[in-house]
């Protein structure tokens, strides 16, 4: 039956609001007119309707607890419209700790025995959303014989019932897995589709106890790829995409580690991505779900090679969501064998042209899994162009983080780690990752361990590219962190292109300087001064001693004892060359 007049110019007046204020005042006028509608004589002709728009005033955030009884007085209404509203509408009021759900018990009980299916159908969608724990054990029977009953229809809502209760409390649903195993080979193809749904949630928790059911998975996958089911269940030439994306999803779970499990799976696997290869949407979903499936189970090369041949196919497609996923299945394959990375990793940088960022994003984490010694500097070189201040700031720390994990692991020699390094410390700033400056500054400090003539050669080189950095403006706190230190501990590798005065000058400079945003950049410079004088064979000059006394007084404690520990020790120039010895920050200090 149609809705009142009254209604339609509700609805109306609320699509035309302006603001929520207005709503609201709407909404409580219709409030107030509902309680008076309810009191009225003649209101049970036109409960229907009421509670219809008690239900929109709820969608709206407007509480009408006084109509709730009235929804649960509809669901005993003997026809059959009227009750499924009265379902409908005590589902969306009531809780399951409602008191109210005492007077709705035994009407479910009675409908889920009812002789027509669509009274079951309706109690049943309410049993799902209303039954909690403690009233499970007064409808669990009912519903268990509801997964035999004659319809379909009841059958499958049967299934998605025991489902919810098992979520609820798995106590409560004693034999469940026959009743799931019986659904799964049911003759309607609706009714084993919500069983793979419950199957697949009980998988996950532990797949070993569910590895016997591979072979009936196989059987039903063949099934349906073989056009078995009713061609209503086809899309876009497809059979049945979604009862096959469900059961390739269960069969990745438990062929996961499971070699002879898995061992059952491939020739089926194979079939299905050559047969989903229907030039579809839907048919690259399947393909694609395949791919997976095939990337999580035990390994089989052929399958293998046949799934990098598909996701080829998808990365070369001018569709953006087939390159995207063509990126995420190349993602898997690659994780279980590296080999596959080389031959698409020209294509794969392509996408890195692409202007959709979610792809650019994919990729980038593909190429970081793809990285190997040979490539490094590529990879790097495309990821560095990404790291830029325009990028958000996950962004930025994602990219940096990776990075720096290539550079540590595959970096070709030590002067481009650190040229890296510095690169990234630059252009990510306080985002980079602290641990990577501790490795820059173990490494300048330890060199290799075998050739002291190249470690030399190394510290002088980082110590020359920090000087040079150093003066420029607006360095991010990590990066002065690690030059400082640097200059502090391998300054007099500088001489005598560079005088340990003119060093001095240029950390007075960086001293100075008040965008810090970290309070330990200061410390990190005071401690490089002070090092840094022990090289100097006059007296501290006159700036660096005006400065010292300065921030001698400084808020910070830490920069503070730093200046105090200066002028102690500068008040006796041999006795801080015996405490700042060259190049001795590797060596272990002896405590008397």
């Not at 009407?107 to 009274?119: G, H, M, V, Y």
Request: glycine residues 4%.
């Amino acid at each position: 039956h149609n809705m009142s007049r009254e209604f339609a110019e509700l609805v109306k007046a609320v699509g035309d609001c302006k603001s929520k204020q207005e709503e609201d005042k709407i909404m409580l006028k219709e409030v107030a007119t509902l309680r008076v509608r309810l009191s009225e004589k003649g209101a049970a002709a036109r409960m229907k309707e009421l509670c219809v728009r008690m239900m929109y005033c709820e969608m709206l955030g407007h509480p009408v607890d006084f109509g709730y009884i009235h929804a649960v007085n509809m669901t005993q209404h003997s026809s059959l419209v009227e009750k499924k509203v009265g379902y409908l509408a005590a589902s969306l009021f009531l809780e399951e700790g409602s008191e109210l759900l005492i007077l709705l018990v035994n009407t479910l009980q009675r409908d889920l025995k009812s002789t027509n299916p669509w009274e079951v159908c309706a109690a049943l969608s309410a049993v799902t959303r209303l039954i909690g724990p403690e009233t499970i054990p007064a409808v669990v029977a009912q519903v268990r014989e509801c997964c035999k009953h004659g319809s379909e229809h009841v059958r499958k809502k049967g299934v998605m019932a025991l489902h919810r209760f098992l979520q609820k409390a798995p106590d409560t649903v004693p034999d469940y897995m026959e009743h799931f195993r019986r659904a799964l080979c049911d003759r309607d193809p609706s009714v084993m589709s919500a069983a793979l749904c419950v199957l697949h949630d009980l998988a996950k928790k532990h797949p070993p106890s569910y590895h016997n059911m591979i072979p009936s998975l196989v059987s039903i996958i063949k099934q349906v790829i073989e056009n078995r089911l009713p061609r209503e269940f086809d899309y876009h030439r497809t059979p049945a995409p979604w009862i096959q994306i469900r059961l390739l999803k269960l069969l990745a779970l438990l062929g996961n580690a499971n070699q002879k499990g898995s061992e059952e799976m491939y020739e089926v696997l194979k079939e299905v991505m050559k047969r989903s290869d229907v030039g579809s949407s839907i048919g690259f979903a399947v393909m694609y779900e395949t791919v997976r499936t095939i990337t999580r189970i035990y390994p089989h090369a052929q399958l293998l090679e046949e799934a990098a041949a598909c996701t080829s196919r998808f990365i070369t497609s001018d569709n953006h969501n087939l390159r995207y996923i063509g990126v995420d299945a190349l993602s898997a394959i690659v994780t279980v064998n590296p080999k596959y990375a080389a031959e698409h990793q020209m294509i794969v940088v392509d996408c890195l042209e692409d202007g959709d960022e979610t792809l650019r994003s994919k990729t980038l984490d593909l190429l970081y899994k793809m990285t190997t010694p040979g490539n490094v500097e590529m990879v790097v070189t495309r990821m560095m162009v990404y790291l830029t201040p325009q990028a958000d700031e996950f962004q930025r720390r994602d990219l940096a983080h990776k990075v720096s994990s290539l550079a540590e692991k595959f970096a070709p020699s030590n002067a481009w780690f650190i040229l890296t390094m510095n690169s990234v410390f630059e252009r990510a700033g306080n985002l980079s990752d602290r641990d990577a400056a501790h490795n820059l500054m173990r490494l300048v400090a330890e060199g290799t361990g075998e050739d002291d003539r190249a470690d030399l050669e190394l510290r002088t080189y980082a110590v020359r590219s920090y000087c040079e950095m150093m003066a420029k403006s607006n360095l991010p706190d990590l990066l002065v962190q690690v030059g400082v230190w640097v200059l502090g501990e391998y300054g007099h590798l500088l001489q005598p292109q560079v005088s340990p005065d003119a060093l001095q000058s240029m950390l007075c400079t960086l001293l100075e300087r008040q965008n810090y945003q970290d309070p330990a950049t200061r410390c990190f410079v005071v401690t490089a001064m002070t090092k840094v004088q022990s090289l100097c064979d006059g007296g501290v000059p006159e700036r660096v001693m005006a400065l010292i006394k300065r921030y001698a007084r400084s808020l910070d404690f830490q920069v503070q004892q730093r200046c105090l520990d200066f002028l102690s020790v500068a008040k006796n120039p041999a006795y801080m060359r015996q405490v700042f010895p060259l190049d001795a920050s590797c060596e272990d200090i002896s405590v008397d």
